[in-house]
């Protein structure tokens, strides 16, 4: 899946090995485009509608992928009476990521509230449970890479960003070339979910740790602050990567991507080649000078 200013394009090898497309225009709404203006609150804006939309991609995928060519007449009459849940994926969409971060928001803090016996200064309780949050995100990651789903998933994450590598890199868009690049990419989303957890650390040194109940509501209260300045940081490490020594700041969530993105076979940058190149063709008009790499 490729974004770029106007148009979001998915691509699937179908069962005959043909190439489908998914297209979903970007919505021109004055006031998100307004908020979308502010720091720190547009990060917020930008996480939720990169929920709602990739959901939508991945319904496509999800119901085109197992299903024989010859029976897309049938889908096509079933479309019409779907675009009634079209909200409705959207909105389970951006519900599953509140969902997912309530539960590694919470969770951590109260198992770190468990060892207070032996940590407890607020300093080292906030330490202490950034670091059972990280260890709970990468088993997480890990454990679910090792479904072959999941693997084949993440072997599309690394086809997207070596096709962008490559187009960044003015090189020609082919299998070849797109294979000797780096399969980590500095704006990827898996960047800004460790940012949340490195940010969330010094947001949450501000706010005291006691009593367990309040600090439940604190950190839930926190979330659109820490995701607001963690978005602006993966900006921020984006914009400084071709500077020798602050290049360095964005490792860890390239670090992380090294989970989350696996190295694809042909047949799979053939496929992600396909999207990028059919995303061009969209934007040409408009004169896209830079796409932006999909948050999975």
Known sequence: MFGGKNQTVTAIRRKDNTIDYFYLPRKSNPTLQKLKKIPFLRGIIAILEASANGSQHLNFSSERYDVDPANDDKI??????????????????????LFGKFIFTLVPAILASFTKPIFSSDVSQVLIEGLIKLILLLAYIYFVSLTPLIKRVFQYHGAEHKVI???ENNLELTVENVQSQSRLHYRCGSSFILFTVIVGVFVYMLIPVDPLWLRLVDRLALIPIVLGISFEVLQLTNKLRNIPVLRYLGYPGLWLQLLTTKEPTDDQVEVAIASFNQLLKIEQVNGM?????SNR
Request: aromatic share 6%; net charge neutral; hydrophobic share 40%.
């Open 76 to 97: 096509a009459e079933e479309k019409v009476s779907k675009t009634t849940m079209i909200l409705g994926v959207a909105t389970l969409g951006i519900l599953s990521f």
């Open 165 to 167: 590598n490559t187009y």
């Open 289 to 293: 000078k830079d796409p932006q790499v």
